[in-house]
T-cell receptor, first 111, second 110 residues
Framework: KNEVEQSPQNLTAQEGEFITINCSYSVGISALHWLQQHPGGGIVSLFMLSSGKKKHGRLIATINIQEKHSSLHITASHPRDSAVYIC?????????????FGKGTHLIIQP | SQTIHQWPATLVQPVGSPLSLECTVEGTSNPNLYWYRQAAGRGLQLLFYSVGIGQISSEVPQNLSASRPQDRQFILSSKKLLLSDSGFYLCAKGQIYGYTFGSGTRLTVV
């Protein structure tokens, strides 16, 4: 069973700061998702990665398959980025394995 | 379209009442469908998954059941809710190219 660890668990930063959230997993995967969960609870999928790097607006996600590690970066952070960010990994066994989720990183961006 | 419709967004139910959460999906036929739950202070955990109509697998014993009466419909149910059933419930569709997520249901049992 894959163990997914996220760090930090909680992060408070000032508006404009560069944010990094880390995710490590213990077993090889086929893909990794980064999700955003707002205070109301709704889940939004930000990225799916199987290698390299992806960028969408101010969000950048990277993955190092050999190191079993992924990072989510937020540039020029804004209070509206405040949310819980969740890392989830997809096993190599195919869809029936489902996803294994990290516990999430609670991010607060102060104005 | 890979949209997943999940409702309601929030729900408050008394202990002992029944529960029915519905998830419907668009897009490719015969998708793998999943129900996850996030209890307070914990990560999302797999409750049920289905690889086809009428095929349900359970990951953990619990007070809940799931059904898949149609290819694109996945239902989570309970006959009598417990306080411990409170949490955030998420429906997802998984295929080889990745996952699509519903927006989730926040259930509070009082």
């Amino acid at each position: 069973k894959n163990e997914v660890e996220q760090s930090p668990q909680n992060l408070t930063a000032q508006e404009g700061e560069f944010i990094t959230i880390n995710c490590s997993y213990s077993v090889g995967i086929s893909a990794l998702h980064w999700l955003q969960q707002h205070p109301g609870g709704g889940i939004v999928s930000l990225f799916m990665l199987s290698s390299g790097k992806k960028k969408h607006g101010r969000l950048i996600a990277t993955i190092n398959i050999q190191e079993k590690h992924s990072s989510l970066h937020i540039t020029a952070s804004h209070p509206r980025d405040s949310a819980v960010y969740i890392c989830a990994v997809m096993g190599r066994g195919g869809g029936a394995d489902g996803l294994t989720f990290g516990k999430g990183t609670h991010l607060i961006i102060q104005p | 379209s890979q949209t997943i419709h999940q409702w309601p967004a929030t729900l408050v139910q008394p202990v002992g009442s029944p529960l029915s959460l519905e998830c419907t999906v668009e897009g490719t036929s015969n998708p793998n469908l999943y129900w996850y739950r996030q209890a307070a202070g914990r990560g999302l955990q797999l409750l049920f998954y289905s690889v086809g109509i009428g095929q349900i697998s359970s990951e953990v014993p619990q007070n809940l059941s799931a059904s898949r009466p149609q290819d694109r419909q996945f239902i989570l149910s309970s006959k009598k809710l417990l306080l411990s059933d409170s949490g955030f419930y998420l429906c997802a569709k998984g295929q080889i190219y990745g996952y699509t997520f519903g927006s989730g249901t926040r259930l509070t049992v009082v």
